[in-house]
């Protein structure tokens, strides 16, 4: 294929996806934003710089096999073979749960898609889940609860421009993506959140309660908003269901009730009711603060009940929403490389969704697996007697991103194979026995799903270096090595998302109307499209909701208290998150000088006091500890955190990593790990 000069495509990184075009010129690849809806013409720091990911030094140029404990480069069918019969023989072994796969937020939806089906038809193995997981699972299990269908957004990204109040819980969308804050301009923002943001600072209420009690903090709203006749009677009596189950939970959650439990004072929790009660255009929006927490799906569920109680889904100007975070965190959770999903995002035991997609697999429905473990069980289950002993992990880097990561890194190291496809030695690759060097956005086409559900074209603009090939060829060659008729596993993006929008017909997520050409022509499309003269839906629930009789459910939830609390020698409480130079683990942005100089090490956010408290200093080295483990951090002293807080970002490798501190509770509804409470101490660090 001849390359191309010039290409409209979009972002690499977040699930804003802003518009793009890259020039290809004599000495290196430039970019510009264009007027695309959700960044018109904004890019972060990530964005203006992303050219540089296409060529950094370590770039994967060959695909390398372990042996005598170094990595060394061999050609294609050497590691496709290697691959292959290691599979072979472990599923010969073991049975087929014995090789499990662990995919990526970040894949394309044709990636996301061949991955799943290669799992359960090229494996027949159950174990399959992907990194989403630890993204919005708990938002994602509170929609659908809800509202019968979750999609981030339910409405484009643009409607939050007429927006008079808008309750951000747990977002801080002007670091994790700028562009966004434009549509945000005219609205007066209520944040929830236990540090004060860059959202925070420019928030005209900011509620900071304890990490781990936002849900008693919204069912307080609730209880408020019902006691002072806030709350919307004609469309909960018309458009909802289980209110009074609701209300019941919250009715105990009195105003000082609340200020006791979570810090916030009763004045702001009364105005935060108000404003968005007297509001003529009022949205809540969750993000990864509300959503990462073993009751993340009950905190959700919390602040959708909020949301109906004061009549804002489904109706113009007002809504409810999550904002995802991972480039194709939306269209991830869509195709299958979730443990207990199918295409068309279909629950793997609903016998009509197996049948479907069976029909257009070629295979009878009794051939498709049942569902498998979640993320972090996948992980954690690694190398045990029942557990997968061959991992194949496509786009994550589990060893940083993933909870207790101390344990999974073990867990990594005990498989009898590893295998990585990624385009630079991540954390996760330099453990590998394999490592498959594949393509990345710039060198691929395919599409991608925004936060609002618009379906976006990604386009080629050069070919890879070296020998590195895109993941559909990966899965394609390994297939037919494991005995698949190659046509089972197509190459082309273009004849995998046909393949898709037949596999998705009539599900949650139905793409069956979508394609290249309406894309290439440039209609903006949003799933639900059942056909090629469908306009797609931009809005949903503006009719009804998605459950059968049309109405969207409250979820009679209760607080309860973290997995873990701060106590005796762990008397803090740590928290993760993201800065606005790196991304996820960083393995990519830490690879490009100008984000690195930005934010070039893990550092701990810690209270004045606190910090004296501690015998610690601002720029000092600090240790944190949890009952998992510790993590070196340089020390930043900032009067706005909580005393009884502590913050880390998550995206650096090593003795940083923040996730050495977090633990494996789990969400029991989404399997969403606690992210955002681990209890810890702080003291001094030697340097080396
Ligand atoms: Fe890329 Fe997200 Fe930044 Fe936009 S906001 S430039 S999509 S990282």
Not at 66 to 93: F, H, I, K, M, Q
Request: glycine content about 10%.
């Amino acid at each position: 294929m001849p390359e191309l000069r010039t290409v409209a495509t979009h972002c690499p990184y977040c699930a804003l996806q802003c518009g793009t075009q890259l020039t290809r010129e004599r000495r290196g690849t430039t970019v510009r934003p264009t007027d695309f809806p959700v960044n018109r013409g904004g890019l972060c720091q990530k964005g203006w710089t992303a050219p540089t990911l296409l060529d950094v030094p370590d770039r994967l140029r060959h695909p390398l096999v372990r042996r005598d404990g170094e990595l060394v480069a061999v050609d294609w069918d050497t590691a496709l073979r290697t691959v292959a019969d290691g599979l072979r023989d472990t599923a010969a072994a073991h049975g087929p749960d014995a090789v499990g796969v662990f995919g990526g937020g970040g894949l394309t939806n044709e990636k996301a898609y061949l991955l799943g089906k290669f799992a359960r038809l090229a494996l027949g193995t159950s174990q399959v889940d992907y990194n989403g997981r630890f993204c919005m699972s708990s938002a994602a299990a509170a929609g659908n609860a809800a509202f019968g269908v979750d999609r981030g957004l339910p409405f484009p990204v643009t409607d939050l421009r007429g927006a008079d109040v808008v309750l951000l819980a747990g977002a801080n969308p002007a670091e994790t993506m700028p562009p966004l804050m434009q549509h945000l301009r005219s609205a007066q923002l209520v944040v929830v959140d236990p540090r004060r943001t860059a959202t925070a600072e420019r928030a005209a209420l900011h509620l900071q309660p304890a990490p781990g009690t936002d849900l008693a903090l919204v069912l307080g709203l609730l209880h408020i908003a019902v006691v002072e006749g806030w709350t919307d009677g004609d469309y909960i009596a018309a458009r909802t269901t289980g209110f009074q189950e609701a209300w019941q939970r919250a009715t105990t959650w009195w105003p000082e009730r609340v200020e006791r439990v979570t810090g916030v004072p009763v004045a702001a929790q009364r105005r935060a009711v108000r404003m968005l009660a007297e509001a003529r255009s009022a949205y809540v929006l969750t993000g990864r603060g509300a959503e990462q927490h073993s009751k993340g799906t009950d905190t959700v569920a919390g602040f959708i009940n909020l949301a109906l109680a004061l009549g804002l889904p489904g109706r113009p100007g007002r809504g409810y929403g999550c904002l995802t975070g991972q480039g194709n965190g939306q269209g991830g959770r869509e195709h299958g490389q979730k443990a207990d999903q199918l295409p068309g995002y279909r629950s793997i035991t609903d016998p009509a969704a197996r049948e479907h997609v069976a029909g257009v697999w070629g295979v009878p429905p009794e051939a498709l697996p049942g569902p498998g473990r979640s993320a972090y069980e996948l992980l954690d289950a690694l190398g045990t007697p029942d557990g997968p002993r061959a991992l194949l992990v496509f786009g994550s880097n589990p060893v940083v991103s993933a909870p207790n990561a101390a344990h999974v890194t073990e867990r990594l190291s005990t498989l009898d194979l590893l295998v990585v496809a990624d385009f630079v030695p991540s954390e996760t690759a330099q453990l590998a026995d394999v490592v498959l060097p594949v393509t990345q956005w710039a060198e691929e086409d395919g599409t991608m799903t925004n936060l609002e559900g618009r379906v976006l074209r990604r386009r080629r603009l050069r070919v890879p270096p070296g020998h590195a090939r895109s993941d559909l060829e990966v899965l394609h060659g390994l297939a037919v090595r494991l005995g698949q008729p190659g046509h089972r596993f197509p190459t082309g993006p273009r004849e995998v998302f046909d393949e898709l929008r037949r596999a998705s017909a009539g599900g949650r997520a139905d793409y069956a109307g979508i394609s290249y050409e309406r894309l290439d022509a440039g209609e903006a499309l949003h799933w639900p499209c059942p056909d090629a003269a469908h306009p797609g839906t931009p809005r949903l629930f503006l009719d009804s909701f998605a459950h059968p009789d049309g109405r969207a459910r409250f979820a009679p939830v209760e607080h309860r208290e973290p997995a873990e609390v701060p106590q005796g020698v762990f008397p803090l409480t740590a928290t993760t998150g993201r800065v606005l130079a790196q991304y996820q683990s960083g393995a990519q942005t830490r690879r490009v000088d100008e984000l690195t100089a930005a934010a070039s090490e893990a550092f701990v956010e810690i209270h004045p006091d606190t910090a004296v408290r501690a015998g610690l200093t601002d720029g000092a080295l600090a240790r944190v500890t949890s009952p998992r483990g510790s993590a070196l951090a340089r020390v930043r002293v900032v009067a706005t955190m909580r005393t009884d807080t502590v913050f880390l970002p998550f995206h650096f490798p090593g003795a940083g990593r923040a996730n050495l501190l977090t633990g494996d509770a789990l969400d029991p509804r989404s399997r969403m790990p606690e992210f955002k409470v681990s209890a810890v101490r702080v003291e001094p660090a030697r340097e080396e």
